[in-house]
């Protein structure tokens, strides 16, 4: 992937990366200041979860509260623990009034989720060092917002994703070239980014410990062991990573499009799963519609489990298609044939790839084919004149905390795929 910019050498970048100190928590405490200095969990729904914790603020992780425990569980620890439920809109909402802080240094500007995001600020010198705008950006939404965020300097997007993690609250990182090894390579090889829980008791069984470990190992046998990814972890450890920035409202090749959601109940039947499908399956085939990628051949579905456990399964059509009938049917027999229901399921996701965009004429033989695609994008016109939940189909409407999902802004997707 080619740098968007004048810079020659890659190492000359300036890339940040910013990460909002306990967000869910924090945003919490913007109005009443007094529970910063109490401890406070934000958890989901207790009627469909249980109490999960979502994020907790620094007097809680003190008391070793940690995200994913049973609200009760938290209060075994703190009887008298401050809980708050979960308000996404509102989260969402500080969300952008940070962006527009970061808009003042750069408009290359990348989100990783709803609290962190790389800016590349390498034609931001009128500004000052890489160290300095990181310095201003967090006093500016200290200040204007209160909140506070850790950011990470490098010049690559993993090193500043990594410095960013290393001093936290309210603090800047900078990684160099020249230091790099020095700073991070003693570091667990799990806090590299991309480095998830399977990944690592995969590469502990080889004996890597610790990124430096990563970096030097043999590179044939880590790719014998972990195929492609691992020697692409590899060049990671090695601070071999050259992707850009996006630039805000950068258009791209698009080779895949997909959504995941977090439901906000547990899914425990046929019937829930095949309701959340069908939201899926109709966001990404109204954003296949809109960016005129042609029809997807291929189809993976997600699933993650109450447990946190996720893996994903693969499927080909029979026919190229772009309807979210077919996304539906493919995905819903892929679940069945696959998942045997021995938890309930938190999680969902569909990524649909390989895009034919050659002009198909439709025949006598194609008429389902074209009422199919006439009733997607007649859902799409309702919703764009009159609002998401202005219309649903009756599998949806069967839940009503289903029906409360809006894939426009509820949704998930990571920077390389939710599938690695």
């Known amino acids: ?106 408009d290359f500007i990348e989100p990783f989720g709803i609290d962190e995001a ?10 000052g060092s890489g160290q300095e705008i990181a310095d201003k950006i967090r006093e500016n939404i200290k200040k204007e917002i209160g909140l506070t965020a850790s950011i990470g300097v490098s010049y690559n997007k993993i090193f500043a994703k990594l410095g960013s993690d290393m001093k936290k609250p309210d603090a800047t990182t900078v990684i160099t070239y020249e230091d790099f090894k020095r700073k991070i390579w003693s570091l667990p090889v799990e806090s590299l980014l991309y480095v998830g829980k399977a990944t690592t008791l995969k590469v502990k069984k080889l004996g890597i410990e ?24 590899k060049h990671f450890a090695n601070g071999l990573d050259n992707s850009p920035v996006k630039k805000m409202g950068q258009l791209e090749v698009i080779k895949s499009v997909g959504n995941s959601l977090t439901a906000p109940k547990d899914l425990k039947t046929i019937d829930d799963i095949h309701a959340l499908l069908i939201i899926l399956a109709e966001s990404v085939s109204a954003r296949i519609y809109k960016y005129k990628l042609g029809k997807a051949k291929t189809l993976q579905l997600w699933i993650r489990d109450t447990n946190l456990i996720s893996f994903s399964r693969q499927a080909k059509f029979a026919f190229a298609t772009n309807n979210s009938i077919d996304f539906v049917n493919l995905s819903l027999n892929l679940f069945k044939n696959n998942y045997k229901f021995e938890f309930p399921v938190r999680s969902l996701g569909i990524n649909v790839s390989n895009f034919d965009t050659a002009f198909q004429q439709i025949t006598f033989f194609d008429q389902d084919e074209e009422k199919k695609f006439k009733l997607d994008r007649t859902i799409d016109y309702i919703r764009e004149k009159h609002g998401h939940d202005s219309i649903f189909k009756a599998q949806v409407m069967l839940s009503d905390k289903l029906v409360s999902l809006n894939v426009e802004t509820d949704h998930t997707i990571h920077p390389l795929s939710f599938f690695k």
Request: a positive charge; proline letters at 4%.
């Open 1 to 106: 992937m080619n740098y968007i910019g004048n810079i020659n050498n890659m190492n000359d970048r300036v890339i940040l990366h910013s990460d909002l100190n306990n967000f869910y928590a924090s945003c919490e405490c913007l109005n009443s200041p007094h529970l910063k200095q109490v401890p406070l969990v934000v958890i989901g729904d207790p009627r469909d979860r249980h109490g999960i914790v979502l994020a907790k603020n620094y007097p809680a992780k003190a008391l070793n509260i940690k995200t994913g425990m049973v609200l009760w569980q938290a209060k075994q620890i703190c009887p008298n623990i401050i809980v708050k439920i979960a308000d996404f809109e509102k989260y969402l909402n500080f969300s952008r009034i940070v962006r527009k802080v970061y808009e003042r240094y750069t």
């Open 210 to 233: 610790t990124i430096g470990d990563l970096a030097n190992f043999d590179v044939n046998f880590l790719e014998q062991k972990l195929g492609v990814w691992g020697v692409t972890l």
């Open 118 to 127: 790389w800016l590349d600020v390498s034609f931001s010198k009128i500004f």
